[in-house]
């Protein structure tokens, strides 16, 4: 039995309930660090697969939604931003999000966070977000990714 309790799982699921829904976090018996043991633990495509990534614009945290299916192309949207996009280390992802890397939800960090969301993940009805721990995810929609995290929609490769 999984232990369903954890701090980090608990600051989303308020995040969640404060924009008027009712979360509906999953837990794994066994971690979904990726979006291929995510999608293969849902039995979905890996395109509906959430990523939450965190990267550095100009030193500044940076957290890209991405779409399971592909990989953001840090050169070609740092130029479409206008700055320059790095890796963020653990500490920063951690500082900025209070998540560790694999359980990186959308929200429930300690500050706002400048979020793009990829628009391919506009073509799943249902898109599915880690929840804050990497043993989670929750079920969500494009248009609620863009409004929960006060996102922008972005094509995040080329």
């Not at 309930?17 to 979904?32: C, Q, T």
Request: net charge negative; hydrophobic share 45%; charged share 20%.
């Amino acid at each position: 039995m999984v232990n369903t309790a954890h701090p980090a799982v608990d600051r989303v699921r308020d995040a969640l309930r404060g924009y008027g829904l009712v979360p509906e976090i999953r837990w794994f018996d066994d971690a979904a660090t990726t979006a291929p043991a995510a999608a293969a633990a849902l039995g979905i495509e890996v395109g509906a697969i959430a990523n939450s990534l965190v990267f550095t614009l100009d030193d500044e945290p940076l957290l890209v939604l991405t779409s399971g299916a592909h990989r953001v192309d840090t050169d070609w949207l740092g130029e479409r931003l206008g700055g320059t996009i790095g890796r963020a280390s653990k500490d920063v992802v951690k500082r900025a999000t209070g998540q560790v890397i694999g359980g990186v939800a959308p929200v429930g960090h300690p500050s706002p966070l400048r979020t793009l969301v990829d628009v391919a993940l506009a073509e799943f009805p249902v898109v599915w977000a880690a929840a804050g721990h990497a043993h989670t995810v929750f079920p969500t929609t494009f248009d609620e990714l863009v409004r929960i995290t006060a996102g922008e929609p972005s094509v995040v490769a080329p």
